[in-house]
């Protein structure tokens, strides 16, 4: 009995070492990173927006020749006109250049500091391959779900558009903490998403109650920061954020062995 738990994954993933702190601190610097990112995105779509404090004046013009709808329009009203359009025009197609520069940023930062805590904890080397690899992964698949949300979010009913951005974000939780290790370790893309979807599905008895425990805790341990940061713990709130991000490295290595032997069992290569 002793012999068949120490070869089980959850006990191997026990054997803590350095490259769970590494993987829990590339995680917090991510976090970190993304945080720094969207808030200067804001700051500078605020600044932006603050600088269209010159159109007032036209604007009020505006406002008062729509009142009196009688009157012809006069130069003014197209000036004012034509400097309202084309403020807001330029306006939009510079925060669209931004928010594409910025999501850029985004998903090669994540890529760079993810596929560099999966290479420690694989104990390899990060090449640069793996790197472009994970970011085209990492882009691809969060936009499918963001357009995927975006759609179901605006959706004509709302009861039904609910019960499917519950059902999406299981599913992207579902998907995405079986897919990440089992692309760590096989490097190829259309293979990692066949065995994904195999283990996801064909498989699912072997993994649901794993996954669905591992989600459970997480969701515990936020709504535990979340409580500690309401009530202004600080030392209870840093305890907690570096315990979720130990755990969430933890995870990887987990996931990853036990997605490797339902693999090596099924002799899918």
């Given at each position: ?39 200067l ?8 927006w ?14 008062s020749?729509?009142g009196?709808?009688?009157?012809a ?12 359009y ?65 759609l ?21 939780l ?11 370790v096989d ?31 997480i969701?515990?341990?936020?709504n535990l ?9 600080p030392?209870?709130?840093i ?31």
């Amino acid at each position: 009995m002793l012999k068949y738990l120490k070869n089980t994954c959850f006990v191997k993933s026990l054997k803590l070492d350095k490259r769970i702190l590494y993987a829990a601190l590339l995680d917090m610097a991510f976090f970190i990173s993304a945080l720094i990112i969207i808030a200067l995105f804001l700051f500078l779509i605020r600044s932006g927006w603050a600088s269209l404090a010159y159109l007032t004046p036209s604007i009020e013009r505006m406002s008062s020749f729509m009142g009196n709808l009688s009157s012809a329009p006069n130069a003014a009203a197209i000036s004012d006109v034509h400097l309202i359009y084309t403020s807001l025009r330029s306006f939009m197609i510079k925060s669209g250049m931004l928010l594409v520069f910025f999501a850029i940023l985004l998903v090669l930062s994540s890529s760079f500091l993810k596929s560099l805590a999966w290479s420690i904890i694989l104990r390899e080397r990060l090449k640069a391959k793996f790197f472009l690899k994970f970011a085209l992964i990492l882009f691809t698949f969060n936009l499918f779900w963001i357009l995927l949300f975006a759609l179901f979010a605006f959706g004509i009913n709302p009861e039904i558009s609910t019960k499917f951005v519950f059902v999406e974000i299981f599913s992207l939780l579902y998907l995405s903490i079986m897919f990440y290790p089992i692309f760590a370790v096989d490097k190829k893309i259309w293979q990692s998403i066949k065995k994904t979807l195999f283990i996801s599905f064909l498989r699912s008895y072997k993994v649901i109650a794993q996954v669905l425990l591992l989600l459970s805790i997480i969701y515990i341990l936020a709504n535990l920061i979340a409580v500690s940061a309401r009530l202004k713990t600080p030392f209870a709130f840093i305890s907690l954020t570096i315990l979720l991000f130990i755990y969430l490295a933890w995870i990887k290595v987990y996931m990853a062995l036990l997605t490797q032997e339902i693999l090596k069992k099924e002799r899918l290569k």
